[in-house]
């Protein structure tokens, strides 16, 4: 029970960091498709003139069901760039940020940017060799830190990664 609710709020976050309001993440946030474990997820943010849609995984740890991320994948409103957030529980270590691995390669730190209420959100521009990796891979791992010294990695697979983010307008 806990855990759907942290879940229905992180859904709120989500809207949250596209920029909508709690309200119209149940009248927009609607799913449009899937694409493997990637629900495309489409809303029209306020005063804005276009629909801005992302691919979004949730996905919460085996070993430590407390941890559930929030990965989402989108093109910017001007379409000019490409962004990987993260959104994860409060209580994680902000200075070291949230280390990133496609397939057990160690692809670099995403920085987190904010935290909101019911989460933290780590962002990365995703440029041609990180999404490629992405792309092609099986399984990309987050990994989080409650203490410098315990980094928790959690999975999520890559499956429908491509043809989700190949579909995004």
């Given at each position: 029970?806990?855990?759907?609710?942290?879940?229905?709020?992180?859904?709120?976050?989500?809207?949250?960091v596209?920029?909508?309001?709690?309200?119209?993440?149940?009248?927009?946030?609607?799913?449009?498709?899937?694409?493997?474990?990637?629900?495309?997820?489409?809303?029209?943010?306020?005063?804005?003139?276009?629909?801005?849609?992302?691919?979004?995984?949730?996905?919460?740890?085996q070993?430590?069901?407390?941890?559930?991320?929030?990965?989402?994948?989108?093109k910017?409103?001007?379409?000019?760039?490409?962004?990987?957030?993260?959104?994860?529980p409060?209580?994680?270590?902000?200075?070291?940020?949230?280390?990133?691995?496609?397939?057990?390669?160690?692809?670099?730190?995403?920085?987190?940017?904010?935290?909101?209420?019911?989460?933290?959100?780590?962002?990365v521009?995703?440029?041609?060799?990180?999404?490629?990796k992405?792309?092609?891979?099986?399984e990309v791992?987050?990994?989080?830190?409650?203490?410098?010294?315990e980094?928790?990695?959690?999975?999520?697979?890559?499956?429908?990664?491509?043809?989700?983010?190949?579909?995004?307008?």
């Amino acid at each position: 029970m806990r855990r759907n609710a942290w879940i229905g709020r992180t859904a709120a976050l989500a809207a949250l960091v596209f920029g909508a309001s709690e309200g119209d993440v149940r009248a927009q946030g609607v799913v449009k498709t899937k694409h493997g474990g990637w629900d495309t997820r489409c809303e029209t943010p306020p005063g804005a003139s276009a629909e801005q849609c992302a691919i979004v995984q949730s996905v919460i740890d085996q070993d430590r069901p407390n941890i559930t991320l929030v990965v989402i994948a989108l093109k910017t409103a001007d379409r000019k760039s490409r962004l990987m957030r993260v959104i994860t529980p409060l209580g994680v270590l902000l200075p070291t940020g949230l280390s990133l691995r496609v397939d057990k390669e160690d692809l670099g730190r995403m920085n987190f940017v904010r935290c909101l209420p019911n989460g933290c959100v780590a962002e990365v521009f995703l440029d041609d060799k990180l999404l490629a990796k992405l792309e092609n891979g099986a399984e990309v791992t987050f990994v989080l830190f409650e203490t410098p010294e315990e980094g928790v990695g959690v999975p999520a697979a890559l499956a429908g990664f491509k043809d989700g983010f190949e579909a995004l307008p």
